[in-house]
């Protein structure tokens, strides 16, 4: 990565001494989040069960969460000034969520015989029994982890610099490699050649899940979504340090195909699902160049060769699986238990945790619906659910509060329409993949959902203020090592 270049806020400067070294500690602390962010599917390869055990994984991802805190705190500190007061508002959100989550921890033993209704499990998808008291320290701690990146965004409010495009084009470069090395080990799996960690369980067999180095299909489906994302916004931006590899749109177009393909054969059904409403989304405002390729020869041998690339590769994935992908698609398709909300079956026992919490929740006393019991009794596959079950009506308006403010803060700053486009399709598949899944309960797709608003606050030039707000006002220095990417002020181009 580029060193970053010290940034100074308009009438203020770091004359030597305590703000410099604090300016210096924040630039050094961001890389090394920024880092972390890059190298986290790499190190995730081998993963196991989590179980709610403590593993390596765990731990890098608090020690990011501190330095992406300790971060913006040195920024502060040198700038002598406040985060915007957006940001500023986010972080008391998440301050008044901790001091619930303290609050529902001197309150497990009162609440006994109510949290002794969650100890019925009819089917195995509720998950395991969690203590108290060492679950709801663990949840505020996976709160802060989840949300530290927010930190790095108020660092970027107030020193563009540090965030230029070409800084997180070589972080997004990292993540991709390590999105293709899972993608080649869950195509072995389905080869037969690695064993799988995460079956379907169905009377009388168990299909095999493909998810790479991870236990779970989930944690592949959330980074091949990701993946295909920057491929899209980033563009031929997307190059590892010294411009090396350059992704022409061929390689970007072969590493989308790549991702989708791993995201079916993984069999995660809402990976799939928003796999394609990325592609779906993006493609969508390439029509016009489309349309307008095909009225010149060369144009059309172009897209006559990209289709029939496509398809063959796609013939050659089917000859060589054969079998298995026929029979892996079938369950897929057919294995979806029941389609109705309200039975206990649908979505394969979903329907009976949401209708067993809303009982649980009709018996509960006034102090549980304001601030929730403190952590996930069960597991409740929908993230807005599992928020009014862990912080209370309290903490569901503070968490939307933080998303919906960022969605505003970083839309505000969005100077090309393809900025905003790429934001909205970032945000539809944050809440497409709530619905029956837990996004916020993840850390590292919290961390790639506010990187990717990184990169499009990037890819606009600058992250300064819109008009008539007053609280960021640091201006960009353009140094020799610290310069935004001159392509960083044409907006996105997707593909």
């Known amino acids: 990565m580029d060193s970053p270049a010290p940034l100074t806020a308009p009438g203020t400067r770091l004359g030597g001494g305590a703000p410099e070294r604090l300016d210096r500690a924040a630039g050094h602390l961001a890389t090394a989040a920024l880092a972390l962010i890059a190298v986290k599917p790499l190190l995730d390869i081998g993963e196991r069960d989590a179980g709610g055990g403590v593993d390596l994984g765990v731990l890098l991802s608090a020690v990011g969460a501190g330095c992406m805190l300790a971060a913006l705190a040195a920024a502060v500190l040198a700038a002598r000034r406040l985060p915007p007061r957006p940001v500023q508002a986010m972080l008391l959100a998440l301050a008044l969520l901790l001091v619930v989550s303290g609050f529902s921890y001197l309150a497990a033993g009162p609440r006994a015989d109510l949290l002794a209704l969650f100890d019925i499990r009819r089917y195995p998808i509720y ?3 969690l203590d108290p008291a060492t679950a709801i320290p663990a949840e505020a701690v996976r709160l802060l982890v989840s949300f530290a990146p927010v930190a790095l965004i108020g660092m970027a409010l107030m020193r563009p610099a540090r965030f230029c495009v ?4 070589v972080v997004a470069a990292v993540v991709l490699a390590g999105a293709v090395v899972h993608c080649a080990l869950a195509w072995l799996q389905v080869a037969g050649v690695v064993p799988y960690s995460f079956y379907f369980e169905l009377p009388g067999q168990k299909i095999g899940r493909a998810s790479g180095g991870y236990y779970h299909p989930m944690s592949l489906g959330r980074l091949l979504m990701f993946s295909v994302f920057l491929c899209y916004v980033l563009g031929d931006r997307l190059r590892l340090p010294g411009d090396r590899l350059r992704l022409t749109p061929l390689r970007r177009y072969a590493l989308i195909g790549l991702f989708v393909a791993t995201g079916a054969v993984s069999l995660h059904r809402l990976t799939i699902g928003c796999l394609l409403v990325i592609v779906a989304a993006f493609e969508a405002r390439r029509l016009g160049a489309l ?10 041998r172009r897209v006559v060769a990209v289709a029939a690339g496509l398809v063959a590769a796609g013939g050659v994935a089917v000859a060589l699986a054969g079998d ?5 698609a079938g369950v897929a398709l057919t294995e979806v238990g029941s389609l109705d909300v309200r039975s206990d079956t649908f979505m394969h026992g979903r329907g009976a945790i949401w209708n067993d919490v809303a009982r649980v929740l009709h018996r509960s006393t006034p102090d549980v619906w304001l601030f929730g019991f403190g952590y996930e009794p069960w597991d409740m596959h929908n993230d807005l659910l599992r928020v009014l079950v862990v ?15 960022l969605y505003v803060v970083v839309r505000r700053r969005c100077v090309d329409p393809a900025q905003r486009w790429a934001l909205g399709v970032l945000y539809a598949v944050f809440v497409l993949f709530g619905l029956t899944q837990k996004p916020m309960a993840y850390p590292y797709f919290m961390w790639l959902f506010l990187f990717g608003q990184l990169v499009i606050l990037s890819l606009g030039g600058a992250t300064g203020a819109s008009s008539g707000d007053d609280t960021v006002t640091a201006d960009v220095e353009r140094g020799e090592e610290g310069r935004l990417d001159e392509a960083s002020t044409a907006g996105v181009r997707p593909g």
Do not use: S, Y
């Not at 298995?324 to 892996?328: L, N, S, T």
């Not at 912080?391 to 919906?404: D, P």
């Open 291 to 300: 349309r307008a390729n095909l009225r010149t020869r060369v144009g059309r």
């Open 324 to 328: 298995a992908v026929r029979e892996r």
């Open 391 to 405: 912080w209370g009506v309290v903490g569901l308006v503070a968490v939307v509060g933080i998303v919906a403010g």
């Open 127 to 129: 998950g395991p029994r």
């Open 166 to 169: 070409r800084r997180l084009a």
